[in-house]
């Protein structure tokens, strides 16, 4: 399989972080760029959302920003991308998001990350779409996440095959080789397939 044309990057906002996050997303966005990924997020400036942005820019990529008004009225949406479409709000956000890559990126981040990872992961779930989910677990940051995710499995409300609606990797370099790989079919109960 050949290399996505675009890629949503779902990251943290924070600043006050650990200069391995930061160097973690300095080196995806390098990665995107210079492999003609387009890179699709959040359309800030600040904390990974901006490192991975400028990374991509500096490494000759095109990064397209989505913000919601409400946010970008704070005077944290980076000016300086490919595009930045501002909407009207977080669902118009994460929809435009969506539409516009062909895989998903998950670098550490909060609540906002984890949501839009979780809705990602979801929708593939549901059938609505079959791309690749990938978690870069930087440092092990996803270690506890990783362990709720069996914790849930052991207690019945996750089935085998929902391990496989995502990919983890540890460092940004394992990044491309799981963005060749397939992602795993996923049978629904629309579809019956797997």
């Given at each position: 399989m050949s290399l996505p044309v675009s890629v949503c990057v779902y990251c943290g906002a924070s600043e006050n972080i650990k200069q391995t996050y930061k160097d973690a997303a300095r080196a995806l966005g390098t990665v995107l760029g210079s492999n003609g990924i387009r890179t699709v997020y959040g359309g800030g400036k600040v904390g990974l959302m901006g490192i991975v942005a400028d990374a991509a820019l500096a490494a000759g990529g095109e990064v397209i920003g989505v913000i919601p008004q409400h946010i970008q009225g704070r005077e944290i949406a980076h000016l300086a991308l490919t595009e930045l479409h501002v909407v009207d709000s977080m669902h118009v956000r994460k929809r435009m998001m969506v539409d516009r890559a062909e895989a998903f990126i998950v670098l550490p981040g909060g609540y906002g990350t984890l949501d839009e990872a979780f809705e990602i992961i979801t929708w593939k779930q549901l059938g609505?779409?079959?791309?690749?989910?990938?978690?870069?677990?930087?440092?092990?940051?996803?270690?506890?996440?990783?362990?709720?995710?069996?914790?849930?499995?052991?207690?019945?409300?996750?089935?085998?095959?929902?391990?496989?609606?995502?990919?983890?990797?540890?460092?940004?370099?394992?990044?491309?080789?799981?963005?060749?790989?397939?992602?795993?079919?996923?049978?629904?109960?629309?579809t019956g397939r797997m």
């Open positions: 609505l779409h079959d791309r690749s989910v990938i978690f870069v677990n930087v440092a092990g940051y996803f270690d506890p996440l990783l362990a709720f995710v069996a914790h849930a499995l052991e207690e019945g409300f996750l089935s085998s095959r929902h391990l496989s609606l995502f990919k983890v990797v540890d460092r940004v370099e394992e990044v491309l080789p799981a963005l060749k790989r397939l992602p795993e079919p996923v049978r629904t109960p629309e």
